[in-house]
């Protein structure tokens, strides 16, 4: 007897799931739909982990960068203090999180275990407060030691910055240092900086297309400035 195949609202599911999580090239609805309806209904439960985690995300984010800056107010020497990986987990910053309390309250003259409790809840209402400057960085572009940056965030992970090397082609590079740094020293770059950046290099920023001459004068590529702008309107609307 052949299993019951995936139904049409697990299709529609899934597809709305993987939009959530900002993909853009959603798995077929047709492939899917051959899938068995156990293995859908398993990969709609993955995905919402997925957004769940996502969700959690800037809370822990907060959280994590204001421990550090807690902890830094004490003398300590932060730079010795483990940095988070590359797309770091919610598990992965909330155990980055207990190992900086404790720290802190050592730091702090405890012994690390009888006020680690109230060490966490001060740390908590400062990212809150942090969290409503708005301060911690998000997704988009940025300003970082004089370099224009783009901040991502994978679909199974925490937020991670790249930069656009013209002297590797052009791509994606990795920034290899700790977004620790780039939390607290990034600062939001509007689009004259990204235009600049593609009269510079004749390349545009966003995209990574050569531009016309046209285009060059601007800076960047029609398509994309008119996607920043909308962005730019979107986040004052």
């Not at 139904?7 to 492939?31: H, K, M, S, Y």
């Not at 959280?63 to 203090?81: F, K, P």
């Not at 483990?82 to 900086?100: D, F, K, N, V």
Request: charged residues 25%; hydrophobic residues 40%.
């Amino acid at each position: 007897m052949n299993a019951a195949g995936a139904t049409p609202e697990q299709v529609d599911a899934i597809i709305a799931l993987e939009r959530a999580l900002g993909t853009t090239d959603c798995t077929p609805a047709e492939f899917i739909a051959s899938w068995p309806a156990v293995k859908a209904e398993q990969q709609i439960n993955h995905l919402k982990s997925l957004v769940r985690a996502r969700d959690e995300l800037p809370r822990l984010r907060s959280q994590w960068v204001c421990a550090m800056r807690l902890l830094a107010q004490t003398g300590a020497e932060v730079s010795e203090i483990p940095p988070l990986p590359p797309m770091a987990t919610p598990e992965q910053i909330e155990e980055s999180i207990q190992l900086l309390a404790t720290e802190l309250d050592i730091a702090r003259g405890g012994d690390g275990v009888s006020g680690l409790y109230g060490t966490l809840r001060e740390i908590a209402r400062a990212g809150r407060i942090l969290r409503d400057r708005g301060a911690n960085v998000g997704t988009g572009f940025y300003l970082y030691e004089d370099k224009l940056v783009r901040v991502q965030q994978a679909p199974e992970g925490d937020l991670y910055a790249t930069f656009r090397d013209p002297d590797t082609g052009h791509s994606w590079q990795y920034l290899k240092v700790s977004m620790y740094r780039v939390y607290l020293e990034a600062s939001p770059a509007s689009i004259g900086d990204i235009a600049q950046w593609g009269r510079d290099a004749g390349i545009c920023f966003v995209c990574g297309h050569r531009l016309t001459p046209r285009a060059r004068a601007e800076g960047i590529s029609p398509a994309c400035l008119a996607e920043l702008r909308s962005r730019t309107e979107d986040d004052h609307g």
